[in-house]
T-cell receptor
Framework: KAGVTQTPRYLIKTRGQQVTLSCSPI?????VSWYQQTPGQGLQFLFE???????NKGNFPGRFSGRQFSNSRSEMNVSTLELGDSALYLC?????????????FGDGTRLSIL | EDQVTQSPEALRLQEGESSSLNCSYT??????LFWYRQDPGKGPEFLFTLYSAGEEKEKERLKATLTKKESFLHITAPKPEDSATYLC?????????????WGAGTKLIIKP
C-alpha cells in the first residue's frame, strides 16, 4: 500500500513569492492534515481537511491556506513568503476526521526562503 | 493550558543499554496518546496509540505505557538502528475540535 506522497521534496523561494505544496494521502484515507516543523517550535498544526472542507485550523496567519479535492488529494498555499516560513511542511492522512486513528505522515517538503 | 512535555531532550546510550523516555501531559479530555519515531529528513513514523491509563503496547524492543499524567517509552537492549527522534502527541479538545498537541521530542542516539 502506497504511503503519503508529498511533492516537491525541496523548494527554494524568495521573500514575497508564493508557493503551493501538494499531498496525496494513503488510498482510502479521507482526512488530510498539514503541519509546519521547525527546530525551535517543533510540530505545529496548520489545518485539517475532510471531505473537501476545512474542519480544523491552527494558529497561523491567513497567508497559509489549503484545499482538498474530491479524490482527497490536498494542496497547501503560502502567499507573501517570509524568512520565518522556512521549515519542513508535513502532510498526514488518516481514515476519518478528528478520529482516534493515528495519522500517517509523508516525508515532507523542505521549504527554504532566501 | 494543554501542554505536552518530553524528557530528556537527548539521550545517548550504549548498544544494549535499556532506558525510558518520558512524555508528560496536561490536557483536558484525553482521547488518545500517540508515539512516533522520526528519522532525519523523513516524516514521523507511527509507533503506538494508547487510549486509557494502564494500557501497554509492545513492538520489538519498544514498549509504551500510559498513566493519567504521563507515558513512558521503554527501550530494551537498543541497537544503533533505534537511533531517531521519538515524538509524543496527545489528542486534546481545543477550539471546538480535536487536535494533536505535540511534544518537542527526545533525540535518542545508540552507540555501537
Amino acid at each position: 500500500k502506497a504511503g503519503v506522497t508529498q511533492t516537491p521534496r525541496y523548494l527554494i523561494k524568495t521573500r514575497g513569492q508564493q508557493v503551493t505544496l501538494s499531498c496525496s494521502p494513503i488510498s482510502g484515507h479521507r482526512s488530510v492534515s498539514w503541519y509546519q516543523q521547525t527546530p525551535g517550535q517543533g510540530l505545529q498544526f496548520l489545518f485539517e481537511y475532510f471531505s473537501e472542507t476545512q474542519r480544523n485550523k491552527g494558529n497561523f496567519p491567513g497567508r497559509f491556506s489549503g484545499r482538498q479535492f474530491s479524490n482527497s488529494r490536498s494542496e497547501m498555499n503560502v502567499s507573501t513568503l517570509e524568512l520565518g516560513d522556512s521549515a519542513l511542511y508535513l502532510c498526514a492522512s488518516s481514515p476519518g476526521q478528528g478520529a482516534r486513528q493515528p495519522q500517517h505522515f509523508g516525508d515532507g517538503t523542505r521549504l527554504s526562503i532566501l | 493550558e494543554d501542554q505536552v512535555t518530553q524528557s530528556p531532550e537527548a539521550l545517548r546510550l550504549q548498544e544494549g543499554e535499556s532506558s525510558s523516555l518520558n512524555c508528560s501531559y496536561t490536557v483536558s479530555g484525553l482521547r488518545g496518546l500517540f508515539w512516533y519515531r522520526q528519522d532525519p529528513g523523513k516524516g514521523p513514523e507511527f509507533l503506538f496509540t494508547l487510549y486509557s491509563a494502564g494500557e501497554e503496547k509492545e513492538k520489538e524492543r519498544l514498549k509504551a505505557t500510559l498513566t493519567k499524567k504521563e507515558s513512558f517509552l521503554h527501550i530494551t537492549a537498543p541497537k544503533p538502528e533505534d537511533s531517531a527522534t521519538y515524538l509524543c502527541a496527545v489528542q486534546a479538545y481545543r477550539d471546538s475540535n480535536y487536535q494533536l498537541i505535540w511534544g518537542a521530542g527526545t533525540k535518542l542516539i545508540i552507540k555501537p
